[in-house]
């Protein structure tokens, strides 16, 4: 396959995992109003914990949902004892995800040490896929149409569901919704949890694509932001759609412009800033 | 020549119509009461005035020129002046800093990064003459912490009148004082010059209709009725809208 | 008066420093301090004045200390260098100025965010320019009127001066009718406007005096250091400048020199002993955010008071609680 199909596919990829990690970040950014910076640590700690989990025994998909159950005990301990505390200062509960970002950081430094860890392709799903003219690895096929799943299985959450309803509503006026009676406190919790167990099954199913490592944290959550900023906050399709761009620009910048490859992710984020800061789907500026 | 005139003055937000079509003209020197139901638009036609809203249509002439797109930290050097509903006084600070930071608005010192703020003697001078003429020269030194909410809307006051303004825009300023702080405020505006014109908003109609020497009223962005205070209180539409609905 | 006391005090001991600490490294460490210090100040001209959080200011201090460092081993002398480097600071700021006071808040963070990360990478990828990972060696520090600066007790004077500098140009700054305005626009921007000023122009002046003072120690480190790396660039290093803002209190001079010596003296001298530095740089955030917002200055005094009306407390309250009323 020529490198332009193969980088293609590896963006396709890309923008599966970006997906399952901004669908989060997007609702939390959406409905509490900040940037979850401890977002890529979550990934990060996610993929770290799913690590141990294969080390026990279990297989790569029990692996990614155990993970993703710890990170959303983990996410709800710190919405509950941390952010909450802080209700309605937006600054100072970015300025704790930061902090936080560092603390889990170097946790996992300590716990799991400074070497990557590679994560196996589970054995059924080695093989590739002809597809017309594209040779597609199975298991990255199979990342996508778990993201695409996962979309839509959200889609469905947020249209049809009350739940899902009432967080349509706090990512549009939180406090209108809770003079209407929306228990909006509940609802932070809910998407905090919701977010960081997602954040953690991406960073487990990510793992044999990226493998685990001390920075993946720091490689992933700009991505996260810029995918966010690019869709607009609280929004799915948004979140959707700037998962394959970013990961599109991310794959071929680094092929083609190795240089520039941070500064071709942040440009678009600060023009987007500047000129549309609601981005492209989204109803509020940040 | 008029104060203040409005044409066509329009606002919307989004589908909603704010102001529609307003026409207004204010007379140098004239009092104007400007009153209206919860929602009629009359703070929005302030914010329209000041420059912190922009209008969608229309225009608004000055002591006769055009400001329509004068922007509204300008307008304030052309004599324009105006307290809030809200009480957004800077705090912290005493009450001498506070119309000290009103004063120095206008003045080029505002610029200055080396003088000390605290040595301006001239403007600590009219700062205190601003409060003295609101009866507060004995608290200046106090901060906002230790004043009674009726002292803080006297502060706005001073403040808005320290710039010695040529139109003065009040909006609500008995809001939620004491009978007594009503009758203070109230002389305060009494004794205001008649250089100054003024254009208040307001609820409380006894201490409102004796300053009062025309009144306007607005209903869902619209002027409906004006007139001389006579006119209006016994005027059908007047007591429709507040009686009838 | 015991503010003044206090102040000469503070000053004579600073000056006598390489009296009473004798080993070069502590020397080193206090020039550590000075130097962060000088940043802290810059910052908490925005942060604390201007009520804007930056989180990309370790991209001026960096901007500043690669561009002296490219010069200097380039070739060019020391004075020219310095000029030149605080003139690309200066312009520097104006572009950060410009895009980030688009917005206010957490709008503001998240372009100022996105600017340091872009110097970053840049200091990152392109090789050609900073060496990358590499980065550049200062051959040299400057020696002013010929006096050799390489040592660490010349070297500890000098950037006494540039400090005591700073905090004199702080000092008149704040005191001033600009400073005062600022403040305004910090604390009630809608009405500053209605009262007549310029609010953008007063916050692109005060990032401008800010960017430049965080460059100045930019360059104090470039030749403390006399080596530069993309790390100085890095997030976490705009981080610990917000930390040390934050831990001393943004309402005062002391608190930034107060979060700087707090933050220079752990990262010094707790990492001989803890490993975990970056884990406790995220905790102490976290406290600090949580339970003493507005800093450890303040935080402390409140405290110190709180303590002292607890021991004088009780004779209050005993004749009081013979009379069976309620105490405190």
């Known amino acids: 396959m020529s490198l332009w199909l193969l980088l293609a596919v590896n963006s396709v990829t890309l923008g599966g995992l970006l997906f399952l990690l901004s669908a989060g970040f997007s609702l939390i950014f959406g409905l509490m109003r900040i940037p979850n910076l401890t977002h890529g640590s979550f990934f990060m700690l996610g993929a770290y914990l799913g690590a141990s989990f294969l080390a026990l025994g279990l297989n790569l998909w029990l692996a990614a949902l155990a993970s993703a159950a710890a990170m959303a005990v983990i996410g709800g301990g710190i919405e509950r004892l941390l952010l909450r505390r802080l209700a309605g200062q937006e600054l100072a509960q970015v300025l704790v995800t930061l902090g936080l970002s560092f603390m889990i950081a170097d946790f996992c430094l300590m716990q799991w040490g400074g070497d990557p860890i590679p994560i196996d392709t589970p054995a059924g799903l080695r093989g590739a896929l002809p597809i017309l003219i594209i040779t597609f690895p199975t298991y990255r096929l199979v990342i996508v149409i778990i993201a695409v799943v996962v979309a839509a299985a959200l889609w469905v959450m947020?249209?049809?569901?009350?739940?899902?309803?009432?967080?349509?509503?706090?990512?549009?006026?939180?406090?209108?919704?809770?003079?209407?009676?929306?228990?909006?406190?509940?609802?932070?919790?809910?998407?905090?949890?919701?977010?960081?167990?997602?954040?953690?099954?991406?960073?487990?199913?990510?793992?044999?694509?990226?493998?685990?490592?001390?920075?993946?944290?720091?490689?992933?959550?700009?991505?996260?932001?810029?995918v966010v900023i690019l869709g607009g906050t609280g929004s799915l399709l948004g979140a959707l759609l700037g998962s394959f761009i970013i990961g599109f620009l991310y794959n071929f910048g680094q092929a083609l412009f190795p240089e520039l490859a941070y500064i071709i992710l942040f440009l678009p984020m600060l023009l987007i800033l500047l000129v549309r800061p609601q981005g492209l789907f989204g109803r509020h500026a940040p | 020549m008029s104060a203040l005139e409005l044409r066509s003055l329009a606002?919307?937000?989004?589908?909603?119509?704010?102001?529609?079509?307003?026409?207004?003209?204010?007379?140098?020197?004239?009092?104007?009461?400007?009153?209206?139901?919860?929602?009629?638009?009359?703070?929005?036609?302030?914010?329209?005035?000041?420059?912190?809203?922009?209008?969608?249509?229309?225009?608004?002439?000055?002591?006769?020129?055009?400001?329509?797109?004068?922007?509204?930290?300008?307008?304030?050097?052309?004599?324009?002046?105006?307290?809030?509903?809200?009480?957004?006084?800077?705090?912290?600070?005493?009450?001498?800093?506070?119309?000290?930071?009103?004063?120095?608005?206008?003045?080029?010192l505002r610029w200055n990064c080396v003088a000390r703020f605290n040595r301006q003697e001239a403007l600590i001078a009219r700062a205190r003459e601003a409060l003295k003429r609101v009866g507060l020269d004995a608290l200046a030194d106090r901060t906002l912490a230790q004043t009674s909410y009726g002292e803080r809307r006297r502060v706005e006051i001073a403040m808005a009148l320290a710039q010695q303004p040529r139109l003065l825009l009040l909006d609500e300023p008995f809001a939620g004082l004491s009978i007594d702080e009503r009758k203070d405020v109230q002389k305060l505006l009494l004794a205001v010059p008649r250089e100054v014109t003024v254009v208040m908003i307001e609820h409380d109609m006894d201490v409102a209709l004796e300053l009062a020497e025309r009144i306007t009223v607005m209903h869902f962005g619209e002027i409906i009725v004006e007139g001389t205070r006579a006119e209006v209180v016994s005027h059908a539409r007047t007591r429709e809208v507040y009686l009838g609905e | 008066m015991t503010r003044w006391v206090a102040l000469a005090l503070a000053l004579l001991a600073l000056v006598t420093v390489p009296l009473w600490i004798v080993n070069g490294y502590y020397v080193n460490i206090v020039s550590q301090i000075l130097i962060?210090?000088?940043l802290a100040l810059g910052l908490n001209v925005l942060v604390g004045y201007a009520g804007l959080v930056s989180l990309g200011h370790a991209?001026?201090?960096?901007?500043?200390?690669?561009?002296?460092?490219?010069?200097?081993?380039?070739?060019?002398?020391?004075l020219p260098a310095a000029l030149l480097a605080l003139g690309v600071i200066i312009a520097t700021s104006a572009v950060f100025a410009?895009?980030?006071?688009?917005?206010?808040?957490?709008?503001?963070?998240?372009?100022?965010?996105?600017?340091?990360?872009?110097?970053?990478?840049?200091?990152?990828?392109?090789?050609?320019?900073?060496?990358?990972?590499?980065?550049?060696?200062?051959p040299?520090?400057?020696?002013?009127?010929?006096?050799?600066?390489?040592?660490?007790?010349?070297?500890?004077?000098?950037?006494?001066?540039?400090?005591?500098?700073?905090?004199?140009?702080?000092?008149?700054?704040?005191?001033?009718?600009?400073?005062?305005?600022?403040?305004?626009?910090?604390?009630?921007?809608?009405?500053?406007?209605?009262?007549?000023?310029?609010?953008?122009?007063?916050?692109?002046?005060?990032?401008?005096?800010?960017?430049?003072?965080?460059?100045?120690?930019?360059?104090?480190?470039?030749?403390?250091?006399?080596?530069?790396?993309?790390?100085?660039?890095?997030?976490?290093s705009s981080a610990e400048a917000l930390l040390m803002v934050i831990s001393g209190g943004t309402g005062t001079l002391l608190g930034p020199i107060a979060g700087a010596t707090l933050v220079v003296i752990m990262k010094n001298v707790a990492s001989a002993y803890i490993e975990r530095w970056n884990f406790l740089l995220g905790a102490i955030f976290v406290a600090i955010v949580i339970f003493m917002p507005e800093g450890l200055v303040p935080g402390s005094v409140r405290l110190w008071r709180w303590s002292w009306s607890l021991l004088r407390r009780p004779r209050a309250g005993a004749a009081l609680r013979v009379g069976g009323g309620r105490t405190g």
């Open chain 1, 158 to 226: 947020l249209e049809r569901t009350r739940l899902g309803a009432m967080i349509r509503a706090g990512v549009d006026d939180a406090p209108m919704a809770r003079v209407t009676g929306i228990r909006v406190s509940r609802l932070f919790t809910i998407v905090f949890c919701l977010g960081a167990a997602l954040a953690g099954f991406a960073g487990v199913i990510g793992g044999p694509i990226l493998s685990v490592y001390p920075g993946l944290d720091a490689d992933m959550l700009p991505l996260a932001l810029i």
């Open chain 2, 11 to 108: 606002k919307s937000f989004g589908g909603l119509r704010v102001t529609a079509n307003v026409n207004l003209d204010v007379a140098a020197g004239e009092r104007r009461l400007i009153i209206g139901p919860n929602g009629a638009g009359k703070t929005t036609l302030f914010n329209l005035i000041t420059g912190e809203l922009k209008p969608d249509g229309g225009s608004i002439r000055l002591f006769g020129q055009d400001i329509t797109r004068v922007p509204s930290r300008q307008r304030a050097h052309l004599g324009l002046a105006r307290t809030y509903q809200i009480i957004t006084l800077f705090p912290g600070e005493t009450l001498l800093r506070n119309v000290m930071l009103s004063l120095l608005g206008l003045s080029p």
């Open chain 3, 36 to 38: 962060y210090a000088v």
């Open chain 3, 59 to 78: 991209g001026l201090f960096g901007v500043a200390c690669y561009a002296a460092a490219w010069l200097v081993a380039g070739g060019w002398g020391h």
């Open chain 3, 98 to 138: 410009v895009l980030s006071l688009r917005a206010t808040g957490i709008g503001f963070l998240m372009i100022t965010l996105a600017i340091g990360q872009i110097l970053w990478g840049l200091a990152y990828r392109w090789i050609g320019l900073t060496g990358g990972d590499n980065g550049i060696n200062v």
């Open chain 3, 140 to 236: 040299s520090r400057p020696a002013p009127f010929g006096l050799s600066l390489a040592l660490s007790r010349p070297f500890y004077f000098f950037v006494l001066i540039v400090f005591l500098a700073a905090v004199a140009a702080m000092a008149v700054f704040i005191r001033s009718p600009f400073g005062a305005s600022l403040k305004g626009t910090r604390d009630q921007p809608r009405r500053m406007t209605a009262l007549g000023y310029n609010v953008w122009l007063i916050r692109f002046l005060a990032f401008l005096f800010s960017g430049f003072w965080s460059g100045v120690a930019g360059l104090l480190f470039c030749y403390y250091n006399q080596f530069v790396s993309p790390n100085v660039l890095a997030l976490s």
